[in-house]
Every structure is written in C-alpha cells, then in structure tokens.
T-cell receptor, first 116, second 113 residues
Framework: ETGVTQTPRHLVMGMTNKKSLKCEQH?????MYWYKQSAKKPLELMFV???????ENNSVPSRFSPECPNSSHLFLHLHTLQPEDSALYLC???????????????FGPGTRLTVL | QKEVEQNSGPLSVPEGAIASLNCTYS??????FFWYRQYSGKSPELIMS????GDKEDGRFTAQLNKASQYVSLLIRDSQPSDSATYLC?????????????FGAGTRLFVKA
C-alpha cells in the first residue's frame, strides 16, 4: 500500500449504530487530519493529530470520537449519528516542522457515509 | 474577511485556452501555499506547492505567488476537458497555537470541448 488509505470506502448506517472509520498513512508523516465534506460545501477540518497528540478540535459534536494510536493510524469512531452527518469523510497526512509549519497534505480516497 | 478566499465560479474556458484561478489570503506571515484539484466525488489531489515569490512551473501548470499583495494564482495552459474539476487553494496560516492549513472553498472550472 502506498500513500494514504481509508476503509471502508462506503458506509451506510442507522442513527443507533456504532461504526469506525480507519485511516492509514504510509508516508512517514507526523500529522494526520480528519475532514468532513458535505455536498457542494468546502472542506471542514474536524480533528488534527500532531505527534499523536490532538491539537485541534473544531467544535465537533461528541458523537464523533477520534483515536490516534500511533503516527500511522487514525480512527474516527461514530455513534448515534444524524442524517445531516452524511458526507464524504477525508483523512489526510502531512509532515509538520518543529515550528509547527506544515508541508503538503496528502489525502486518502475518503469514506462516503450515509446515515439513514 | 475569510482567511482564504476564492471565486466559486464556475469558470468556463474553451479547450486549448489558458485558465486562470485566483486566491487571496489574509495572513501576511504565511509561508506555504498549495493548489489541489478535486474531481466530483473524489478526494483532493495536490497539484503544486509554492513557497517563494514568483512563478513555479510544472508541465501545463504555473503557480504564481505575490506575498506583498497576498495572492496566489494557478494558470493552466492548453486547458483540456479532463481539467474540469474544482481547484482548491490552501494556505498555511499562523494562528494562536501555531500554524494551520486553511483551505479555500474552491473554484469550479469547466473546459468546453
């Protein structure tokens, strides 16, 4: 595997289900991100993990719970979602410098989530 | 003022023409600038990175950066129908707590055959 991979690619779930999205990066980067992209809307940053520590949480509802066990893996745990949470969920990774400035982000293919 | 602004378009150009996409940003200390291409239903794909003033060319793509005027642009020469996509500008902006990358809303480009 190369680059950034995400599984599953498509997910349909009911509002009472619990599911997890998985992301893995094979680029040796030290920062990973979760984004949400709703239809015809810009990218929304959800979570950032830098050196395995969460450094950003843009007021995301608690029904989304991230987990970063190491610098190569990132999970997004989902529970009691709402239909408006249906979107494309994108994972990305980048290399951050010691000053905090980041280089290019590389994206995975995304998970298309539908909440019924 | 938004931190990164792009005209949402759509920008329509005939095949073979030059497409010019523009982006302005608010933070004077920004150092890193990126252009991504996103096809409908797909994830963003990095096209170009630019870090210093001037032009940077890669094949049919040229990124232009003017830090004094706080804008970055992307030129696509000899536009092809396959270039039809949404182009996202991203800027590494300094904020409380450090740098973070901010994406613009994107400009939709249509290249007519």
């Amino acid at each position: 595997e190369t680059g950034v991979t995400q599984t599953p690619r498509h997910l349909v779930m009911g509002m009472t289900n619990k599911k997890s999205l998985k992301c893995e990066q094979h680029l040796g980067h030290n920062a990973m991100y979760w984004y949400k992209q709703s239809a015809k809307k810009p990218l929304e940053l959800m979570f950032v993990y830098n050196f395995k520590e969460q450094t950003e949480n843009n007021s995301v509802p608690s029904r989304f719970s991230p987990e970063c066990p190491n610098s190569s893996h990132l999970f997004l745990h989902l529970h009691t979602l709402q239909p408006e949470d249906s979107a494309l969920y994108l994972c990305a990774s980048s290399q951050e410098s010691a000053s905090g400035s980041s280089y290019e982000q590389f994206f995975g293919p995304g998970t298309r989530l539908t909440v019924l | 003022q938004k931190e990164v602004e792009q005209n949402s378009g759509p920008l329509s150009v005939p095949e073979g023409a030059i497409a010019s996409l523009n982006c302005t940003y608010s933070d004077r200390v920004s150092q890193s600038f990126f252009w991504y291409r996103q096809y409908s239903g797909k994830s963003p794909e990095l096209i170009m990175s630019i870090y210093s003033n001037g032009d940077k060319e890669d094949g049919r793509f040229t990124a232009q950066l003017n830090k004094a005027s706080q804008y970055v642009s992307l030129l696509i020469r000899d536009s092809q129908p396959s270039d039809s996509a949404t182009y996202l500008c991203a800027v590494n902006i300094f904020n409380t707590g450090g740098f973070k990358t901010i994406f613009g809303a994107g400009t939709r480009l249509f290249v007519k055959a």
